[in-house]
Every structure is written in structure tokens, then in C-alpha cells.
């Protein structure tokens, strides 16, 4: 099993910056990737950023060249840095974990409102 606590949502104007974290706990040394989804009310959940094994990462056109996917391992914490932030970035930020099982992990989310 593996426990995810987002943090560091808010509401921010348009241009600002945030930096969500995901803390995982229990059974991380399964993890094969991780990721930042995002759902907008009455839109389906998207993809944002995903890091896979050997630090390579992928992005939504959406979040190119504006968002940043990391992990602290000693900390066991994922994060997005988001800079230049739009109004249409508003949503619920989730974060997501799979195993090399194939199992997949959810956060419980957090909000990001950006204000124009």
C-alpha cells in the first residue's frame, strides 16, 4: 500500500507561481512512476506531468516550459513547480504513483485557483 498527502494548493493571480507536493509513505520502493493529474470542473482528468524511472519526464503541451516535475527521495516527496500560472490551470491537482505491479496510487487532491 502506499499513502499520498498533496499540499501547497491555493489561490494565486494570474502570472504567480505555486509548488504542490506529494509525501508518500508505505510501500515506495515499488514505485515504477509518478505523476501530476489535473481535473477542471465538468472536464475529465488530464495528464500534466509524469516522471518515470531514471528521472525522465514527460509533460502536457499545456504544462511546457511552465511546469517542473521533481522528487526528493530522501524525503520521499514529489512536486510540481508551476510558474506563470492561467486562469484555465485552475482545477483539483492529483497526484499518482504507480508500482511495478501496475498498481496505480491517488492523492486525495488539492485545489489551485488562479485568478485573472
Known amino acids: 500500500q502506499v499513502q499520498l498527502v498533496e499540499s501547497g494548493g491555493g489561490l494565486v493571480q494570474a502570472g504567480g507561481s505555486l509548488r504542490l507536493s506529494c509525501a508518500a509513505s508505505?510501500?515506495?520502493?515499488?514505485?515504477?512512476?509518478m505523476g501530476w493529474h489535473r481535473q477542471a470542473p465538468g472536464k475529465e482528468r488530464e495528464l500534466v506531468a509524469d516522471m518515470f524511472s531514471f528521472g525522465r519526464t514527460k509533460y502536457a503541451d499545456s504544462a511546457k516550459g511552465r511546469f517542473t516535475i521533481s522528487r526528493d527521495n530522501a524525503k520521499n516527496t514529489m512536486y510540481l513547480q508551476m510558474n506563470s500560472l492561467k486562469p484555465e490551470d485552475t482545477a483539483v491537482y492529483y497526484c499518482?504513483?504507480?508500482?511495478?505491479?501496475?498498481?496505480?496510487?491517488w492523492g486525495q487532491g488539492t485545489q489551485v485557483t488562479v485568478s485573472s
Open positions: 508505505g510501500s515506495i520502493s515499488s514505485i515504477n512512476a
Open positions: 499518482k504513483w504507480t508500482t511495478i505491479y501496475g498498481t496505480v496510487y
